[in-house]
């Protein structure tokens, strides 16, 4: 194909995909104002609009199918778009039907366009998700041919149309389910907020003011990665984007300033990874748990800032003992554009949107939907005006295409964001839909029983064992999902609190994004450092033992979780101090002898433990004092040999 047919191709698939974005974006936001069908229509209408909305954001960027010519991949996004415009069409007009006068009893031509979506949701998985693909093939097998697996977990086999139907059609399972739903809905409202953060460059201020924060300090140049990813953090709630984000600008000027790469690597990582823990809008778990529990978003973030805070304190406490090992200074700057006046004006909207939700939702007790759109609707005219009172005061009257350039970004970002994470929630439907037809969270919650018998520290144990195993090839999401589905009933049965045992699989699933071999975050933040994805992976792992003492701590010590508020601060300052004294015991050297050394560091991993473990909240207290006893001293040495009393991990 010659450049100019090629390039007036590419323009025409650039101005479709961004009027899709745009009737997507302006379709959304009339449902958040008025709630017109409810959510089941609208995965409905919008699954297969998500669909074409990645189909046509590959085709713009040449991956849709790379190996095959122009023509030939123009030719199946045709194919793939019209499959998708039908079915969504069909469905539209024929939901009524479908779910009253034909329930249980579907046609057809029924089955057939709830495959059709259900193949193009598959291809999605394959090119996106590959193990979770793979997964889905087992599981429908599974489902299909259960009769010649041998033991407890055979079954006598359902039928392809039985199998077709709790996929597509029945709407409490497959790709029109829940999960797409709160995608396009609670989480879509969300990402509403973040796009418009993003379109006006808020999350630039963000970083350029962490930056400037961390310069001041002889130590503080590596902390920049940790001050910008709680902020990021605190409105994207996604470590691998987190990553991208601060990591580009941190990690070069921490390798500058004499820090190793993949220390430099695992640091950006353990940070990036807290935006799924970092209220106001965690990670894709926490609207899950809120899903599960059948309670407001608002409750599970109350209930998050205190794991948050554990968590982010521990990895500045890191970050401080390993710069001063390899002692940085600060005549590296991190390469980001100066703080300006308007990256004020920025953070001051940041704020807003912080505080606009935690008040709508905390003190108002507003609907988090609802919340989000109270703040996109102050939030985004007032940016707009700022932005473009800026342009005209710097570049004079500004051309058209500058004066709408963030509201462009501010679609693509929405609509790509929200179309990506409803077609992989669909995709997720599709598993937990074989997971429920064929009984196995049933199933295997006997086997986790009778493993861990009467005894809740091995049932916790197993539980451990097996979220690790999920965690080694899947995302946190379904990490979760599945971790929640087969855990939390035998333990809620023998008595632990539902808030306890969902926050343990949330840390869980977390702790699954570095399970090795896979962690997108790690190989993130090691493609930016040149370093070895391995070394970068493990390093982060103990940069992140906060995330064994929380899953620890939400058992021995569960009102860190069961009620928002001053019953909290009991368990923050136990398993706190617990946290910092296992990584005092891990990074920080109290001797010059090797034994005595290595004899202090011992016993303070082993009263850390009791300080985390012990039942009785005194014993635990009164552990804690040669705890910190032991940090303030090591503080004491630093001040007389600051170059001897730190090691690396």
Known sequence: MSSAPSKRLSAAIDV???????????????????????PTVLAVTLVPITFTLFVLGDLRKDGLYPQLGALANYFISAIYIAFALVTGVYMYFEYFNIETVRAGIYSTADLVMGAIMVLLIMEYARKRYFVIFVLNVALILYAVYGWVVPGMFGHPGLSWVRVTAAMSVEMTTGVYSRLPQLALTLIGSFILVLSVLRAFGCVDSILAAASRLAARSPHALPQSAVLGSFGVGMVSGSGAANAATTGSATIPAMIAAGMPRSTAASIETASSLGGQLMPPIMGISAFLMADFLGVSYFDVVARGYAPAIIYFISIVTTVYLLSVHYRTGTDVAVPTAPFAWHDGVNLAAFAMVVIGLIALMGLW??????????????????????????????????DLRTFFAPLGRLVDYFASTTADLTLLLATLSIMTGAFVITGIPTKVG??????????????????????????????????????ALVIAPPMIKAGVDPWVVHFFSFFLAVWGELTPPTSVVAAVTAKIADAPFLQTLMRAIVLCVSLFTLMAGVFTRPELVLQPGLE??????????????????????????????????????????IVLLHPSELIAALAGIPVLALIAYWFLQRQTAPARFTRAT
């Open 16 to 38: 479709l995909y961004y009027l899709t974005a745009t009737g997507f974006f302006f379709y959304l936001l009339n449902y958040y104002v008025t709630g017109e069908g409810g």
């Open 446 to 483: 006997v086997v986790l029983v009778e493993a861990a018998g009467v005894n809740l520290v091995a049932m916790v144990l197993v539980a451990f064992m097996f979220g690790v195993l999920l965690g080694t090839g899947l995302p946190p999401a379904p990490t979760y999902i599945l971790t």
């Open 568 to 609: 909290q601060l009991g368990a923050i300052t136990l398993i706190l101090v617990a946290t910092l004294g296992v990584i005092f015991s891990i990074q920080a050297r109290f001797s010059e002898a090797r034994v005595v050394d290595l004899s202090i560091r011992i016993a303070l991993a082993a009263v850390s433990m």
């Open 365 to 398: 007790n507003t609907a988090a939907m609802i919340s989000a759109l109270n703040v996109f609707i102050i939030v985004a005219p007032a940016l707009f005006i700022f932005h473009t009172a800026r342009k005209w005061w710097t570049e004079g009257r500004p």
